[in-house]
T-cell receptor, first 109, second 114 residues
Framework: RKEVEQDPGPFNVPEGATVAFNCTYS??????FFWYRQDCRKEPKLLMS???SGNEDGRFTAQLNRASQYISLLIRDSKLSDSATYLC??????????FGKGTSLLVTP | DAGVTQSPTHLIKTRGQHVTLRCSPI?????VSWYQQVLGQGPQFIFQ???????GRGNFPDRFSARQFPNYSSELNVNALLLGDSALYLC?????????????FGPGTRLTVT
């Protein structure tokens, strides 16, 4: 079983739509959780850390359910510029980030 | 402020050769990590260095080695290159060592082995 699993998509949504991505992780000792965004042939960029209480940054909301070992990302009012691959990331070792394969999002006009 | 920088941006090598990749962390960051990303996959952890000491190592063969210098920059060395080593090599820096420290990535070095 992979440490971090995501639906690879692609998710094709129209501008203005709300889209949700889910991710599960296998190591219950995981300490920290993140969503990164990666554009084609570019480096991953940190989108947001994910906290147990849930957190929001503008149009983006992240949730963590430790009991179910489940992380989610909600994007409201999608923009064309949101088109990218979204990587779910977990750290259980204290140093190594464990990445999912990513979920591809395409926002269309 | 400058972000993480890496050099070179692209590199083409032949099987059996050796390669050295370089990384400079964000100013003030003392931790550098290296990741390998092959097409269609998420990045895979190779090494982490903090205060010039190796703090973690991923599941990579001994052909991969790294070091960190007193100015916190880092080198990744790969010996006896294989075709399967073709990938994007990413460096990430963080201000400290531990799970709660966010890691910021450089633009990567794209290595092609022929």
């Amino acid at each position: 079983r992979k440490e971090v699993e995501q639906d690879p998509g692609p998710f094709n949504v129209p501008e203005g739509a709300t889209v949700a991505f889910n991710c599960t992780y296998s190591n219950s000792a995981s300490q920290s959780f993140f969503w990164y965004r990666q554009d084609c042939r570019k480096e991953p960029k940190l989108l947001m850390s994910v906290y147990s209480s849930g957190n929001e940054d503008g149009r983006f909301t992240a949730q963590l359910n430790r009991a179910s070992q489940y992380i989610s990302l909600l994007i409201r009012d999608s923009k064309l510029s949101d088109s990218a691959t979204y990587l779910c990331v977990v750290n259980h070792s204290g140093y190594a980030l464990n990445f999912g394969k990513g979920t591809s999002l395409l926002v269309t006009p | 402020d400058a972000g993480v920088t890496q050099s070179p941006t692209h590199l083409i090598k032949t099987r059996g050769q050796h390669v050295t990749l370089r990384c400079s962390p964000i100013s003030g960051h003392k931790s550098v990590s290296w990741y390998q990303q092959v097409l269609g996959q998420g990045p895979q952890f190779i090494f982490q260095y903090y205060e010039k000491e190796e703090r973690g190592r991923g599941n990579f063969p001994d052909r991969f080695s790294a070091r960190q210098f007193p100015n916190y920059s880092s080198e990744l060395n790969v010996n006896a290159l294989l075709l399967g080593d073709s990938a994007l090599y990413l460096c990430a820096s963080s201000s400290g060592q531990g799970a709660l420290y966010e890691q910021y990535f450089g633009p990567g070095t794209r290595l092609t082995v022929t």
